[in-house]
Nanobody, 119 residues
Framework: QVQLVESGGGLVQNGGSLRLGCAAS????????MGWYRQAPGKQRALVAT???????NYADSVKGRFTISRDNAKNTVYLQTNSPKPDDTAVYYC?????????????WGQGTQVTVSS
């Protein structure tokens, strides 16, 4: 069974930095696009950033220049480096991946990790 497990959330000061990680495990044959989404209280889940297998990236306008997504294909892991976070970045962050497993292709989500930015 495929699982995505996030790590690295917590409390960070305004202007600090935090690194999130998400590791995929299970009977995985291939992983296509991986990404990070977030959901703030009272708001819908929204895209933060995505990265393809080849390393092409896409960012929400609100995080461009501050956040960096990367991945280690050998470890089936995606990272999100959050530099200069702002209180508006406070949310539950979810990782997401398109994975080919013994059950075929599917879209999987992690359980979420809380990021709180203090002002």
């Amino acid at each position: 069974q495929v699982q995505l497990v996030e790590s690295g959330g917590g409390l960070v000061q305004n202007g600090g930095s935090l690194r999130l990680g998400c590791a995929a495990s299970g009977s995985i044959f291939d992983i296509n696009t991986m990404g990070w989404y977030r959901q703030a209280p009272g708001k819908q889940r929204a895209l933060v950033a995505t990265i393809t297998r080849g390393g092409s990236t896409n960012y929400a306008d609100s995080v461009k220049g501050r956040f960096t997504i990367s991945r280690d294909n050998a470890k089936n892991t995606v990272y999100l480096q959050t530099n200069s976070p702002k209180p508006d970045d406070t949310a539950v962050y979810y990782c997401n991946a398109e994975i080919d497993s013994n059950q075929g292709w599917g879209v999987y989500w992690g359980q979420g990790t809380q990021v709180t930015v203090s002002s």
